[in-house]
């Protein structure tokens, strides 16, 4: 019995300590108009908005202007596409290096959620995921793949090309 109460502890530890780790590992939240970004440390979330605008932001000092750089970005998808979905609500992880799969970025349709690289982060591999998020909500039954992805390339090849 006592072999069995030290394993139960052990464990009951083990769980604790893996979920603290889970809970911690994006702790700070950010909302936009459209999304509610993830992050760990502020220098993710500036390294981000740097990697988007080309230019550093204090993001502490300037949270508007981080939250207009993003939903800007969301406006213009929707403006490309023609589709503006009502309820468009999607989250955003920033993670340091690259994704599972060796990715840059990746949308999770089953969490609708966006888990970008912080590393290698730009408008145009944001709007790609955006657009995904975006037919994602609008349609009740998904296009295939393939048809997602020639869209949200031509979306990142186009993103500002009239501007």
Same mark, same amino acid.
């Given at each position: 019995?006592? $072999?069995?109460?030290? %394993?139960? &502890?052990?464990?009951?530890?083990?769980?604790?300590?893996?979920?603290?780790?889970?809970? $911690?590992?994006?702790?700070?939240?950010?909302? $936009?108009?459209?999304?509610?970004?993830?992050? @760990?440390?502020?220098? *993710?979330?500036?390294?981000?908005?740097?990697?988007?605008?080309?230019?550093?932001?204090?993001? /502490?000092?300037?949270?508007?202007?981080?939250?207009?750089?993003?939903?800007?970005?969301?406006?213009?998808? +929707? @403006?490309? /596409?023609?589709?503006?979905? =009502?309820?468009?609500?999607? =989250?955003?992880?920033? *993670?340091?290096?690259?994704?599972?799969?060796?990715?840059?970025? %990746?949308? !999770?349709?089953?969490?609708?959620?966006?888990?970008?690289?912080?590393?290698?982060?730009? +408008?145009?591999?944001?709007?790609?995921?955006?657009?995904?998020? &975006? &037919?994602?909500?609008?349609?009740?039954?998904?296009?295939? @793949?393939?048809?997602?992805?020639?869209?949200? +390339?031509?979306? !990142?090849?186009?993103?500002? @090309? !009239?501007?």
């Amino acid at each position: 019995m006592k $072999t069995f109460f030290k %394993y139960a &502890i052990f464990i009951t530890t083990l769980l604790i300590f893996h979920f603290t780790i889970v809970v $911690t590992a994006c702790a700070i939240e950010f909302s $936009t108009k459209y999304s509610i970004i993830h992050y @760990s440390e502020y220098s *993710e979330m500036d390294d981000f908005l740097w990697r988007l605008s080309g230019q550093r932001v204090d993001f /502490l000092n300037n949270a508007n202007l981080a939250s207009s750089r993003i939903d800007r970005i969301v406006d213009r998808v +929707q @403006s490309i /596409l023609g589709i503006i979905p =009502r309820d468009l609500r999607f =989250r955003i992880y920033l *993670e340091r290096g690259r994704l599972e799969g060796d990715k840059e970025a %990746y949308y !999770d349709r089953k969490t609708k959620s966006i888990y970008v690289s912080v590393d290698y982060a730009s +408008q145009g591999v944001l709007a790609h995921e955006i657009v995904h998020a &975006i &037919i994602d909500t609008y349609f009740p039954v998904s296009p295939p @793949s393939k048809i997602q992805e020639i869209i949200s +390339q031509y979306i !990142d090849r186009y993103l500002w @090309s !009239d501007y």
